[in-house]
Nanobody
Framework: QVQLVESGGGLVQAGGSLRLSCAAS????????MAWFRQAPGKEREIVAT????????YYADSVKGRFTISRDNAKNTGELQMTSLKPEDTAVYYC?????????????????WGQGTQVTVSS
């Protein structure tokens, strides 16, 4: 199995930027689809972005398209989520997730491995 650890969350003003990192260990990272999810208080966990094993296929939720960028470095076993033009509605706990499947996986139930989450708070 693979272990995931997120970092990089924090408090930022609206319009600002943050970069989240996901460090993977335990297995060959390139064998896993990777995604970022988020969960705001009282809401269900939702997909933010996902990236294929090789990094060639990326999917973004409509709410973040054009503002967030997902990437990965399989040689370093890391993934990143660059977030720009942040809005108060982006406030949530952000989770890194991985799965040994293929293609674009958008549902939390499709992911077997999760990080502990990192808080992102955007003030207005």
């Amino acid at each position: 199995q693979v272990q995931l650890v997120e970092s990089g969350g924090g408090l930022v003003q609206a319009g600002g930027s943050l970069r989240l990192s996901c460090a993977a260990s335990g297995r060959t990272f390139s064998n896993y689809v990777m995604a970022w999810f988020r969960q705001a208080p009282g809401k269900e966990r939702e997909i933010v972005a996902t990236i294929s094993r090789s990094g060639t296929i990326r999917y973004y939720a409509d709410s973040v398209k054009g503002r967030f960028t997902i990437s990965r470095d399989n040689a370093k076993n890391t993934g990143e989520l660059q977030m720009t033009s942040l809005k108060p509605e982006d406030t949530a706990v952000y989770y890194c997730a991985a799965n040994q499947g293929f293609g674009v996986l958008k549902q939390p139930s499709q992911y077997d491995y999760w990080g502990q989450g990192t808080q992102v708070t955007v003030s207005s």
